[in-house]
């Protein structure tokens, strides 16, 4: 069940002006829907949602009155310069019931020396019991070599979870080092390709300079010890 126990209060004022007050007051506006009922708009504590919902797929536990819903946070509107939390739409859910959430992927371990490790995606995408949502998809890259592919399909899913994301999408890419040379070959080539050409710099124009200078006197020198 959710430690995280949020005491919420209906609200009957809507719009931008009620929404103003109620977080001028540290609280948050927000709205629980789902299982066919009415939406329930209501007031959330502002610090103490802000901390729950610092986890991503927190289960929230809403006590409004002598009723509690478990819910998830659906969506999270926050003000894109302030720490704060505008909005927050809830989905009402029920104990065993499943539910599509997106689950962060954690790399851990190191691939086999001169490999370069690559994750494509950050989540995946999994059907789990609205009470058992795991905080992470672990995957070991532990002594791979290169030219390893992890699909979505290759994960070690936890317990009772179900795969939603394609199983053919690349999780995690292990690829060989390539070395400063070929890199900057590569960069060479792509640019010489795409015909961007690159202006001498004064310091290397000066120094080319100097260098056919110290070779025509060197080229005099010799005719004239030949001459004499």
Request: no cysteine; proline share 4%; hydrophobic share 45%.
């Amino acid at each position: 069940m959710s430690d995280n126990k949020l005491a919420a209060e209906a609200r009957s004022q809507f719009g931008k002006g009620a929404a103003r007050k109620i977080r001028r007051d540290h609280k948050i506006p927000a709205v629980m829907y789902g299982h066919g009922s009415q939406p329930i708009h209501i007031t959330l504590p502002g610090h103490d949602t802000m901390m729950a919902l610092k986890q991503a797929n927190a289960l929230l536990t809403i006590v409004l009155g002598d009723e509690e819903h478990l819910a998830l946070a659906k969506d999270v509107q926050r003000d894109p310069i302030k720490p704060v939390i505008e909005h927050v739409d809830l989905v009402i859910v029920k104990k065993g019931e499943k539910v599509t959430v997106e689950i962060p992927v954690h790399v851990e371990g190191e691939a086999a020396p001169e490999t370069v490790v690559t994750t494509d995606i950050y989540t995946v995408q999994l059907e789990v019991e609205a009470t058992h949502i795991p905080e992470s998809v672990v995957v070991s890259v532990e002594g791979l070599a290169a030219g390893t592919q992890i699909l979505a399909s290759d994960l070690e899913l936890p317990k009772g979870a179900t795969l939603v994301t394609d199983p053919e999408t690349l999780v995690v890419n292990v690829t060989a080092m390539i070395s400063e040379e070929a890199l900057e070959a590569e960069l060479a080539e792509a640019e010489a390709e795409a015909g961007i050409e690159h202006e001498e710099s004064d310091e290397v124009a000066a120094e080319a300079e100097v260098g056919e200078g110290e070779g025509a006197e060197a080229a005099e020198g010799e005719k004239a010890a030949d001459e004499a």
